[in-house]
């Protein structure tokens, strides 16, 4: 993939952002994985506070979730990451319940490349979505450096699109950068809701305690700033976030 170079990237955006120029209503549906609700045990995360669990009254795990989220809109399906994969994954069903096929899908976006986020973009090799244009922050991919030797990295090939903040994404997207839980974490804004990635992995605790992280975070510090600012800007403009992990009803209105 070093050969799609962040030009064809811009290029490719803007051929797609003239596709959907028309304004029309933006649907949001959360994909859950799993058939039953999940919990994250707090012996996953750093700097709890002494007392807070037992305060939050979630000794046995704090709600939490694996979702993907299908967006239509401006005529086109897009999806968030794709879920876990494998027999027990829920997305492919749950498209079917929606009315779509994986080859109705225009686009896949991204927020990192964690297996629970990317295991539903292949089966047995294969790309899974055959339609859809893949985008993936360039800073994500850098981070990681054998994305072309990954499977997806072969199933998808030149689908792979990698934008860097200044390109135009498709349909007005918006990528916000919050790094620190992998090289090139991204969110996703449309209008005013926020696909959120995996800025936060159990609402109930980091809501409050920004500071603390879970292990999954591979640069806890920078994970911690990214969370703080995207809570600041959550609330400074009322925004509606949606979490990979956000327990139901997968969504927070700030
Ligand atoms: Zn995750």
Same mark, same amino acid.
């Given at each position: ?5 962040? @030009? ?11 596709? *959907? ?11 859950? &994985? ?28 704090? /709600?939490?979730?694996? *979702? ?6 401006? $005529?086109?399906?897009?999806? @968030? ?13 749950? #498209?079917?319940?929606? $009315? ?14 964690? !297996?629970?986020?990317? !295991? %539903?973009?292949?089966?047995? $090799? ?16 850098? !981070? ?17 699109? #990698?934008?860097?903040?200044?390109? &135009?994404? /498709? ?19 449309? $209008? ?12 109930? #605790? ?11 975070? =591979? &640069? ?17 403009? %009322?925004?509606?976030?949606? !979490? =990979?992990?956000? /327990? ?7």
């Amino acid at each position: 993939m070093k050969h799609i170079s962040v @030009f064809f990237a811009a290029i490719a955006a803007s051929v797609m952002t003239a596709s *959907c120029i028309s304004v029309s209503t933006t649907e949001f549906h959360a994909i859950p &994985d799993s058939k039953t609700p999940m919990t994250m045990t707090p012996a996953l995360f750093t700097n709890v506070p002494e007392g807070l669990v037992e305060d939050l009254g979630v000794e046995n795990g704090i /709600p939490s979730s694996m *979702c993907a989220f299908l967006v239509k809109k401006d $005529g086109k399906n897009i999806l @968030f990451d794709s879920g876990n994969g494998g027999e027990e994954a829920q997305l492919i069903p749950t #498209l079917k319940i929606i $009315g779509l096929s994986p080859e109705d899908i225009d686009y896949v976006f991204l927020t990192h490349l964690h !297996g629970d986020h990317i !295991g %539903g973009m292949v089966n047995d $090799g294969k790309a899974v979505f055959t339609n859809a244009a893949v985008y993936l922050n360039k800073d994500e991919y850098d !981070g990681w450096g054998d994305v072309d030797e990954s499977d997806m990295g072969r199933a998808y090939g030149e689908k792979i699109v #990698l934008f860097t903040e200044d390109d &135009d994404l /498709p349909c007005g997207i918006q990528a916000i950068k919050a790094y620190g839980h992998t090289p090139g974490h991204t969110m996703y804004r449309i $209008g005013d809701t926020v696909l959120a990635g995996d800025i936060m992995h159990a609402t109930a #605790l980091q809501i409050a305690n920004p500071e603390s992280c879970a292990r999954f975070d =591979m &640069d806890q510090e920078k994970s911690a700033e990214s969370r703080k600012s995207a809570l600041e800007l959550f609330r400074a403009e %009322g925004l509606k976030v949606y !979490g =990979m992990h956000f /327990p139901a009803p997968y969504y927070i209105q700030f």
